[in-house]
């Protein structure tokens, strides 16, 4: 697909998106290239943590600088933001040249706290590429899946996993074999072969820790190029897509929960033995995990956790036994996390226009 968008006159407008935040289920972890997956990765994206950013756009009057834009982060101007809105303008303007003939404001907020240690970068970047790309499509049009695509392939040019927060529930992004129409470009979703016991699974997001985490995603996808076991992990990640596709159909929970726990594990395995090694897990998730190990021995009941780049801890499980589990949550869990405070959240259908 050509990404690269036709000329049009510069014009005055705005335009307000929110998208919402995703946890892999099989882990992107290292990439190539310009932001290209080394393998596919598979998704559940969320309803609750979203970003909502509104882009005020004007023509612009040129001056000595590439892009003109001002930032707000939650009604404050945050020039901080500035390096990484720059960086993302420069990937995006072959193919959206007009972001050179107009000047923004863009004001952003999460609906989950700032320092939270939930990733924000996928909830921001696809709410920013998809209100940028807004302006194309209002001009020259696009088809809806024209549109959702490039969303897409924008979204990752910000951030790699931000590439599945436009569509939902479930998203894949990375060739596979396995996935018809699956992308190294963008994601797609996965709408059909769906059992109903995923339809309304829920996640609880435990916030262990709410501080910046100590080593970043882009560092630890760097690691991954000369990592021992790059290519092992690489082909793994292919055989997990190919299962995880197979489970998602069948509804095996018990094969879901030892394919998610594996990969949350093996992808905070690789960071250890990346060279320099690096530990983001805290206390407090390991003491989760095994809590989390021994209630499902007791109870018999389909909790299983995964884990993102930090010490937080993802808490999976089907609606249906959703008010034995928040009250284990409450109960026995809340206590690992900082202040007490965690997120209930479930899976959703992705970005709205607003
Ligand atoms: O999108 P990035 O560059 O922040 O990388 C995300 C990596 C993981 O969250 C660890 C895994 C994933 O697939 O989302």
């Avoid at 005055?12 to 882990?27: C, F, Y």
């Avoid at 436009?166 to 797609?188: D, K, L, N, R």
Wanted: aromatic share 10%; with cysteine.
């Amino acid at each position: 697909m050509d990404f690269i968008s036709q000329p049009f006159n510069s014009l005055e407008g705005k335009i307000t998106w929110q998208s919402p935040s995703n946890i892999a289920l099989v882990k992107y972890w290292g990439k190539y290239g310009d932001q290209f997956p080394q393998n596919p990765s598979l998704s559940l994206t969320l309803s609750n943590c979203h970003t909502t950013t509104k882009v005020e756009y004007k023509p612009r009057k040129s001056n000595s600088k590439k892009y003109t834009f001002s930032f707000l982060f939650e009604g404050e101007q945050k020039p901080d933001f500035h390096p990484k809105i720059e960086q993302f303008l420069d990937r995006i303007a072959p193919y959206c040249p007009y972001v050179l003939d107009h000047e923004f404001i863009i004001s952003s907020s999460n609906s989950f706290p700032h320092s939270s240690g939930i990733a924000s970068s996928a909830s921001g970047m696809s709410a920013l590429a998809l209100s940028l790309l807004s302006i194309e499509k209002e001009r020259v049009g696009l088809t809806e899946e024209q549109f959702l695509n490039k969303a897409s392939f924008l979204a990752r040019l910000g951030s790699g996993s931000a590439a599945r927060s436009i569509q939902g529930p479930v998203m894949s992004w990375g060739h596979s074999p396995f996935i018809e129409g699956s992308s190294q470009e963008y994601a797609t979703h996965i709408n059909s072969g769906i059992h109903s016991v995923f339809s309304d699974y829920q996640d609880t997001i435990l916030l262990i820790d709410k501080g910046q985490k100590k080593v970043s995603s882009t560092l630890g996808h760097q690691l991954m190029e000369k990592h021992p076991y790059a290519d092992i992990r690489f082909k793994q990640a292919h055989q997990n897509i190919s299962r995880l596709i197979e489970i998602l159909s069948s509804g095996s929970l018990t094969d879901f929960i030892t394919l998610v726990e594996h990969e949350a594990l093996t992808l905070h395995a690789l960071m250890m033995a990346s060279n320099p090694s690096f530990i983001l897990m805290h206390p407090g998730t390991l003491e989760v995990i095994n809590k989390v190990w021994e209630y499902r021995k007791e109870t018999d009941l389909p909790l299983c956790f995964t884990l993102d780049a930090g010490a937080n801890v993802h808490l999976l499980y089907p609606k249906s036994n959703a008010t034995t589990i928040q009250q284990f949550i409450a109960d026995e869990l809340a206590m690992y996390c900082q202040n007490n405070h965690y997120i209930n959240d479930q899976i959703g259908d992705g970005a709205k226009k607003m």
